[in-house]
DNA sequence: AATTTATTGTCTAACTCTTAGACAATAAAG
DNA sequence: CTTTATTGTCTAAGAGTTAGACAATAAATT
């Protein structure tokens, strides 16, 4: 039904559009099968990464999520597949500089998620329903969506990164990229929005243990933003006092001049990140 | 070179021989390619599972690992592959029966293991060279082995068991499979010690938080014993009264009847997990 | 039968770490 | 100059951990 024989420009020359999409480059075309088919082995197949990438702002712990540009309001995690060439880590790094811009961010891999049931089809049933048309515009054949239907098993992975440096990049099936507070996200396809409870805990135990929370923050901070940040992540207070002793007892922060905010108090030093 | 016409009658009963096979069951045949094919489409390709199962024996903490029957010395973690219809946790659950015999073990998911130069290659080349001749007999054709020297990622997932009541077994292509105490691990191929040495790391973590060591123990135990396991696994030793204490405050014991052992001494207290 | 020996189970003082309250320092506003 | 709001630090109280001591006891020894 949606068979077609053009693959459409935009599609071709993504080199790497993740789900919704097969993985293509140049050398496709829906005329030469043989390279189609081995533009398709270029990829480890039903194995997918899905990136839960973390931001900070206005006191708020936030998610980068792209929304679909198709009818049915449909939001996913960013996400893609794996070159056979590539390192699984490779290619989370890929994916995130892909949507983010950013190349040197934190990252960890937190779970795999493969249940049996685990599968696209009622999702991908409504959207085909609500979309026929502009998948045909698109050139998503039939092969193309017998691959994406297939079971897929993915790997998870989370990254931190300064909200201020991060140019989000839509591409080629979103209709907007945003970045939304982890407690108004939209629901997710699938078990994305699991995906992002599991990362959430995940980066609350590795919070202290591995100081990663600074690649949230800009490189010189006070104290109290530091502390913000914390609150946000665990989602409940800490006392000031303490909060400060610990921190300075990590002997991890480099104490620099004070900041001069105008306010009618005491100024707050700045520090920053001993590397 | 090693391309033959039959598929060996053992390996085709396997069902599901992990590394170094493809995995089979009773439809294939050589002669029927269309067959072989969809049979190799029953599992997810390029993805597999590898076991670290712990045991404990004798005060020290063992792995169950079997030897591959090549010449050579190839040892290898107990593996598998994905059906497509299976759940990765499923899958492991039965890769972990077929080789134990037992069904309910606790088992976690540890790590993903995906680098691009993660490869059978060099240890494939000597295997082969080693033992052309066995290849042939077994029914490995080029096909085959194209299948399995594809570049795989791999779950780790560790096992823990009661050791007294597994009954270790061997599959078609292991010479033997035996319990080896975790100091004193052969070699093993590609990754697999660094596979069990993270597998030990994640357990020393989940360890007190999750109370997942009395797994490791037989129904009825000393705190004596309990405690030697833990010396086992942290490699270091406890304090023998705050030890106790610990435990005890953990409120998840339930003291039996005091044990006669026949020792010149005060006999301890039996415990339980309460489940 | 009393004493000795080896090990188990428990108690407590000393020590450390965490938590909660208090207070001085300070930048700007009144 | 005083007031206000916030920052930085100190300390006492409380909680938890560690190290030493000692009673209980099952069998061996005398």
Known sequence: MYETVHTSKSIREAGMVSWLSLPTDQSVTAENHYMY????QDY?????????IFGYREKQLNVLVPKMDF???FWALPSGYIGQDEGIGQAARRILEERTGIQTIYLDQFCVFGDAERSNAQVLERLISLNGDKLVERGLNSKALEWITRRFVSIGYYALVDINKVIPRKNEIDESIEWYPITQLPTLIMDHNEMVAKALETLRLNLDQKLIGFNL????FTMKELQELYEAI???????NNFQKKILDLNVLER???KFTGAANKAPY???FQQ
């Not at 923050?217 to 010189?220: D, F, I, M, S």
Request: a neutral charge; hydrophobic letters at 25%; glycine letters at 4%.
């Open 270 to 272: 700045l520090y920053r």
């Open 217 to 220: 923050l800009p490189e010189t």
């Open 256 to 258: 620099l001049e004070k």
């Open 44 to 52: 480890i197949q039903q194995l997918s990464i899905d990136c839960v």
């Open 71 to 73: 009818r049915g309001d």
């Open 37 to 40: 088919s081995r533009n398709e």
């Open 234 to 240: 665990f989602d409940k207070p800490f006392p000031r």
